[in-house]
Nanobody, 124 residues
Framework: QVQLVESGGGLVQAGGSLRLSCAAS????????MGWFRQAPGKEREIVAA????????YYVGSMKGRFTISRDNAKNTVYLQMNSLEPEDTAVYYC?????????????????WGQGTQVTVSS
């Protein structure tokens, strides 16, 4: 069992940056692939980025590549999402998710554990 708690969301102007954190509790965090998803009002939850258990492999959705960076610190049981050059279209609730696997799931159904989410609002 893994419990996930996101933090770091907030209100930022377009062009600004935020760093989201997801702290995990439970055993064997280092064996879990981790993902960041987001859900805007009226839209489906979509993947933003994901990272393998070791941190050696990452996955990004095309529009986020180059602006967002996912990383993890297994010693701190934490995964991060650095978001730069934010746009109003990035406004959403951001969720982290975990899956005990050696590959990187890139769909909602591929993850077993979810956090409660943190709101990110980008003003124009």
């Amino acid at each position: 069992q893994v419990q996930l708690v996101e933090s770091g969301g907030g209100l930022v102007q377009a062009g600004g940056s935020l760093r989201l954190s997801c702290a995990a509790s439970g055993r064997a965090f280092s064996s879990y692939a981790m993902g960041w998803f987001r859900q805007a009002p009226g839209k489906e939850r979509e993947i933003v980025a994901a990272i393998s258990w070791s941190g050696s492999t990452t996955y990004y959705v095309g529009s986020m590549k180059g602006r967002f960076t996912i990383s993890r610190d297994n010693a701190k049981n934490t995964v991060y999402l650095q978001m730069n050059s934010l746009e109003p279209e990035d406004t959403a609730v951001y969720y982290c998710a975990a899956k005990g696997t050696s590959y990187i799931p890139n769909t909602y159904s591929g993850y077993d554990y979810w956090g409660q989410g943190t709101q990110v609002t980008v003003s124009s």
